[in-house]
């Protein structure tokens, strides 16, 4: 059974980083794009990256591309999203998403296949 799982989330300062991890069972890394979205209170969800089973990646946000990487370890079966220089705005909770990858990451708006349960980011002082 195909399953998602992400951890890393929690509280930080303003200007501060966190990485997040998606770690993936029921499946391998090689046949799958994984993407990072995040939902904020009273808003909707909002892709952040994508990466594909051969490691190129897919920014979903043009005002985060600068701030986050992500990145796959396909040993670990698990896809990180490093955040760094976090401001209060992009707190929310982060979700990973699994597809089966044809060409690449699917493009903004593509409905994924299986969703984690999200891990929570609050940026505060």
């Known amino acids: 059974q195909l399953q998602l799982v992400e951890s890393g989330g929690g509280l930080v300062q303003p200007g501060g980083s966190l990485r997040l991890s998606c770690a993936a069972s029921?499946?391998?890394?090689?046949?799958?794009?994984i993407g990072w979205f995040r939902q904020a209170p009273g808003k909707e969800r909002e892709g952040v990256l994508c990466?594909?089973?051969?490691?190129?990646?897919?920014i979903y946000a043009e005002s985060m591309k600068d701030r986050f990487t992500i990145s796959a370890d396909n040993a670990k079966n698990t896809v990180d999203l490093q955040m760094n220089t976090l401001k209060p705005e992009d707190t929310a909770v982060y979700y990973c998403?699994?597809?089966?990858?044809?060409?690449?990451?699917?493009?903004?708006?593509?409905?994924?296949?299986?969703w984690g349960q999200g891990t929570q980011v609050t940026v505060s002082s």
């Open positions: 029921g499946f391998t890394l090689n046949y799958y794009a």
């Open positions: 998403g699994a597809t089966p990858e044809e060409l690449g990451c699917p493009p903004l708006g593509y409905d994924y296949d299986s």
């Open positions: 990466i594909s089973s051969s490691g190129s990646t897919t």
